[in-house]
Every structure is written in structure tokens, then in C-alpha cells.
């Protein structure tokens, strides 16, 4: 019953293409906030001359800064995912589940291309734990 369906050569190749776009739209999205964290710092000094609100002294800019460096962050993360995922694609694991090692839903992929579980396991493996009463009992 268990139909394990492999990722085809081109379906793999369709998914490495997403990849690397994201990846390349990932990599321009940090770059521009770092400059945009920079241009924030130079600012920040200008500003300082100006301050004719009392607390007009860069304290919008370190909250920008703080939310430019929170998404860059993010970028970073995800191009790591992304990594990841082109590695499993070299290494001809892509695709499969890393908690019970079942083939990820095709569909699933095509949504979320760095997905490393499949749907049960993300949801907390509920509908797939029937280990035979192990640790049913309860230990009082
Ligand atoms: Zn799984």
C-alpha cells in the first residue's frame, strides 16, 4: 500500500531551478539590508545635529536598524535552508522525510521546496505513531 513514489530527474531539476531563484532573491534581499544597515549607521550620526524634537536622536533609526537586521537574519536562515535542501538534491536524499524517512508529498515540495518533513511528522507524527502500546502504560 505504501507506494513510495522517487523523485523523477526532472521533478529534482524543477526543485533545484525554485531553489536557486529563491536563493538568488534571498542573497540580494540581504545584501540590500546590509546597505541599508549601513546607510542607517551614517545616518545616524547626521541626524544627531538635528534633533529638534528632543528625542529625534536616531531613535526611529535604531528601530529600523534593529527590524533591517532581524530580516537579515531571516535571509541568512533561509539561504541556509535552502543550502541544505541543494545539498539533499546532490546527495540524492531530497525528498525524504528526516523523521520517519517516508517520501515527502510531491505537492508539499512544490510549496515549500526546503520542507525536511513530511506532513505527518510536522503535525507531530500523530497519525503515524502506532509503536504497540510502547510506554502506554502508565509508570505510577
Ligand atoms: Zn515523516
Redesign the pocket.
Known amino acids: 500500500m505504501t507506494k513510495r513514489q522517487a523523485p523523477t530527474p526532472k521533478f529534482l531539476e524543477q526543485q533545484q531551478k525554485m531553489l536557486e531563484e529563491e536563493r538568488a532573491t534571498q542573497v540580494a534581499l540581504a545584501e540590500r539590508l546590509l546597505e541599508e544597515i549601513s546607510q542607517l549607521n551614517d545616518d545616524s550620526g547626521i541626524i544627531d545635529s538635528t534633533g529638534d524634537d528632543g528625542f529625534g536622536e536616531g531613535a526611529a533609526t535604531s528601530v529600523d536598524q534593529d527590524r533591517d537586521r532581524a530580516l537579515h537574519g531571516q535571509a541568512m536562515g533561509r539561504i541556509d535552508e535552502i543550502d541544505a535542501a541543494l545539498q539533499r538534491i546532490s546527495d540524492e536524499t531530497y525528498g525524504n ?6 517520501q ?1 508529498a510531491k505537492a508539499r515540495l512544490e510549496a515549500l521546496p526546503t520542507a525536511t ?6 503535525a507531530g ?1 500523530l497519525a ?1 505513531r502506532h509503536r504497540g502500546g510502547l510506554g502506554r502504560r502508565s509508570a505510577a
Request: hydrophobic letters at 20%; aromatic letters at 0%; a negative charge.
Open positions: 522525510c528526516e523523521i520517519c524517512g517516508e515527502i518533513q513530511c506532513v505527518n511528522c510536522k507524527g503515524s
